[in-house]
């Protein structure tokens, strides 16, 4: 088969290009021929369709009043899109197309592609992130707390609570495009959904979309690059990991809060260690030391490789404190592959991969009390009990993370789709 993955990104930017680039790899192992439709970029992969690629466009950058208009228009609908797909299709002739992060820089215009009027060619959409029924994608309203008001199909609410980054234009831009993404048709055209969790699946289908054309399939994490387990996990240093963006929906701050405030009941040398990168990174540092827990908690910037590898491996627990509806944080995937089990929040896709008692523990989303009683607990596991959370870790990857399940159900699914496309 030929497939032809779309996605704004073609360099590894976050977790969907992660999914993006892991799938496509897979495929070509077994057999099939990948291509790839995305925006110009210099830190693109090499890719013999970039001729092909869409002008490079970034929303926050600030621009004149008539660039901005005429971006505004493109971020609805973009007919040099709607263009170089037409000629791509025409020369890569895919069987399916796969589209993933899709929004705003290259838009659903790719979907009226004249060669699609002409060819029964299916389409595939994974969701990674909550864009087809919230505008802002994260279902945060503009104070940052959670917001579900769009659900009901009504986007003026992404405007009533400015959204979009706290502003009333970005806010209107984005209602725009989801009501025009509606009227248009444009999810109509697109044959199946796949979800990477039971929560986000349930969300689609409450904001409208058919349950039976929405599937859920829980992403890979390929042998190659997982995190190898250490010989004797009870010799694990004593500390608490987090690793991901230093943005507010991550709950970090509650996390640094929780853990001053915990750190008097914590065994001595207990610490934690933060990495990552983000817009709150200078905050906590000064919140840090404001806390004076300074010297008990490490901010160790933004790590990859065989540094973060190292760091997953030697931590006694990953702690993932976040305060909007993750879907399916490879953070925790990684954690639970290296054997290594996790104090999650309770919300959004999270309580499908941490399991009180077997993957770690869950704990009431947003609240410092509950994290703060749950870091105690947390050392003070017998051996025997933190062994069975270890064991239990790994197990649950494999049972549940298989990427020769997840790419056989796949293609099947694809064979399926062209199947049906060709009975038509």
């Known amino acids: 088969m030929r497939i032809l993955f779309v996605n704004k990104f073609l360099y590894r930017k976050g977790g969907s290009e992660t999914y993006l680039f892991d799938v496509a790899e897979a495929l070509r192992g077994m057999g099939h021929e990948v291509g790839f ?67 705003r820089q290259i838009t659903f215009s790719i979907l009226d592609a004249p060669y699609l009027k002409e060819h029964h060619v299916p389409v595939v ?23 579900e008001a769009c659900l009901d199909g009504r986007f003026r609410h992404c405007v009533e609570r400015r959204c979009v980054k706290g502003s009333a234009a970005k806010s209107f831009l984005a209602a725009a495009e989801a009501c025009f993404l509606r009227v248009h048709g444009s999810y109509r055209k697109i044959d199946c959904y796949v979800t990477p969790s039971e929560f986000m699946r349930s969300k689609l289908v409450e904001g409208g979309f058919p349950a039976e054309k929405v599937v859920v399939m829980r992403n890979f994490l390929p042998e190659g690059k997982r995190v190898c387990l250490m010989e004797n996990p009870a010799e694990r240093q004593p500390y608490f990991l987090y690793f991901g963006r230093l943005s507010p929906e991550k709950g970090v701050e509650l996390l640094l809060d929780a853990f001053a405030s915990a750190i008097r009941e914590l065994p001595e040398g207990w610490r934690l260690k933060v990495v990552g990168t983000g817009p709150l990174e200078e905050e906590l540092k000064h919140r840090a030391v404001q806390d004076d827990v300074e010297d008990r908690v490490e901010f160790l910037g933004f790590c990859t490789g065989e540094k973060l590898s190292q760091l ?40 499908e991969l941490v399991k009180s008692g077997e993957t770690g523990i869950l704990f009431d989303c947003g609240d410092v009390g509950s994290l703060k009683s749950f870091l105690v607990r947390a050392t003070s596991l017998s051996s025997s009990e933190y062994a069975h959370l270890v064991e239990s870790c790994r197990a649950f990857v494999t049972e549940n993370c298989s990427q020769k399940t997840y790419m056989n159900e796949l293609v099947s699914r694809y064979r399926d789709l062209i199947a049906d496309k060709n009975r038509r």
């Open 312 to 351: 997953i491996r030697n931590a006694s627990w990953s702690v993932v404190p976040s305060v909007w509806y993750e879907n399916m944080p490879y953070s925790i995937v990684e954690s639970l592959a290296a054997g290594v089990p996790v104090l999650g929040s309770n919300l959004g896709g999270i309580p």
């Open 37 to 103: 439709f995305s925006m110009r970029d210099e830190r693109n992969i090499p890719c013999e369709q970039s001729e092909y690629f869409v002008s490079n466009s970034d929303y926050s950058v600030k621009a004149s009043f008539m660039k901005q208009a005429r971006e505004a228009a493109t971020l609805v609908y973009s007919p040099e899109a709607r263009r170089r797909f037409d000629e791509l299709l025409k020369d890569f002739k895919p069987d399916v197309i796969h589209l993933n992060l899709v929004h």
């Open 125 to 147: 959409y994974t969701a990674h992130d909550f864009i087809p029924v919230c505008p802002n994608c994260t279902f945060l309203d503009g104070t940052g707390q959670v917001c």
